[in-house]
């Protein structure tokens, strides 16, 4: 059984994620489910050193995830990713596996018929996803595969990308500070770029707070779907 697992922000923040996401699913005749009760994976709480509330949402989670026989799970945000596959597994052995939105959907490349973009994007790391998981092409490969675009790296990319400032806690402790480091980003960003792409929801609402559009990679791709 695959499981698509939302993720807080998505459900409630970037709604507009889980639009896309399921379109694809659909448009790929993939059979999936999704929880009503999801709940939260227990990113936030590992971050910032609650490992005991940590890890009694980490054994629910595995509980109810072994009752419904899930074997795989795919999700859009990288902070559920490496919760779900490496925080866990450093307290229990999880019987499934945990894919990135763009590791599954790069499997499905060839089924992919996409329409041409005359547009010029880049693409933000999220510091989960890249320096904490080593997930960096396989995001790269989905954007390249869409028509007529034209991408660009930014300055700071993989391993060097800058933070968006709202992970690990950061957003609701030092709103500030998190406002701040998104707008360095954004002017490290040439004008003639039209989207900011990324795989992170939490780098999506960071980065659109400034002056340019960002998608997240399931958005630019729901979007050529031909």
Request: proline content about 3%; glycine content about 4%.
């Amino acid at each position: 059984m695959l499981l698509y697992w939302k993720g807080c922000m998505s459900r409630y923040r970037t709604k507009s994620i889980v639009k896309s996401v399921e379109k694809i699913l659909s448009y790929l005749n993939i059979n999936y489910i999704t929880l009503e009760d999801e709940g939260c994976c227990g990113s936030i709480l590992y971050r910032t050193g609650q490992i005991k509330d940590a890890i009694k949402i980490t054994e629910k989670n595995i509980e109810k995830l072994k009752s419904l026989r899930i074997k795989e799970i795919i999700t859009s945000c990288p902070g559920c990713f490496r919760t779900m596959l490496k925080d866990y597994s450093n307290y229990y052995n999880i019987p499934f596996q945990v894919y990135h939105f763009s590791q599954f959907l790069l499997k499905f490349k060839e089924k992919l018929k996409l329409k041409e973009l005359n547009a010029t994007v880049t693409y933000h790391d999220p510091c989960h996803l890249g320096r904490h998981m080593g997930v960096y092409e396989e995001p790269r490969e989905i954007i390249k595969l869409v028509p007529k675009l034209k991408f660009i790296e930014m300055k700071y990319n993989r391993n060097k990308a800058l933070c968006c400032g709202y992970g690990g806690g950061v957003r609701s402790v030092y709103p500030e500070v998190a406002i701040e480091v998104s707008k360095n980003i954004v002017n490290e960003i040439d004008n003639n770029i039209d989207f900011i792409i990324t795989s992170c929801p939490f780098c999506k609402y960071s980065l659109s707070s400034n002056r340019v559009n960002v998608l997240d990679i399931s958005e630019l791709i729901a979007m050529v779907l031909e």
